[in-house]
């Protein structure tokens, strides 16, 4: 739970559950899934017909939004350093891109390819390598499981 003094800056489940609140924030929480979930099934036929007459007239649209968009969060970056290593992560994204949806010969190219990213992430984890180095405090993973905090102050 978080403490008084974070109350107005958290979620307001948590601001329930602070205040004594927490099995309503529970079943507000329920509740509203039940019903979003309702909704959407209710919701998904008409939204099927609706994708369908719009779909046509603004699918050109979709290339230029994503690039405007990549564009603007790749120079909300304020080192430049950051918005060198944004360009070229977007540039490999782009080609790893390409190259799975149309260079290769396999029809299901997408999943393995996914399957394969997310792996890494594991493999790096499992061998216990440091996680985040800056020059304040690095975040390694012990054998354990655990999280070690190093700062680098004296």
């Known amino acids: 739970a978080p403490e008084s003094s974070t109350a107005l800056v958290v ?27 309702m909704l959407t099934i209710i919701l998904l036929p008409l939204l099927k017909v609706i994708i369908k007459i719009v779909e046509p007239h ?56 996914l399957s394969g990213l997310f792996g890494v992430s594991m493999l790096i984890t499992s061998l216990g390598m440091c996680l985040f180095n800056s020059a304040e405090s690095s975040v390694y993973l012990s054998d354990n499981g655990s999280f070690k905090i190093l700062s680098n102050f004296s």
């Open 58 to 113: 603004i699918a050109f649209l979709t290339a230029p939004v994503l690039l405007v968009m990549s564009i603007y969060f790749i120079i909300q970056e304020v080192e430049n350093k950051k918005v060198v290593w944004a360009i070229i992560i977007y540039i490999l994204s782009g080609v790893l891109g390409v190259i799975v949806l149309n260079g290769l010969y396999v029809k299901q190219s997408l999943f393995p390819m």
């Open 11 to 37: 979620l307001p489940g948590h601001k329930m559950l602070a205040e004594g609140e927490g099995y309503e924030a529970l079943k507000l929480t329920v509740v509203g899934g039940i019903v979003a979930f």
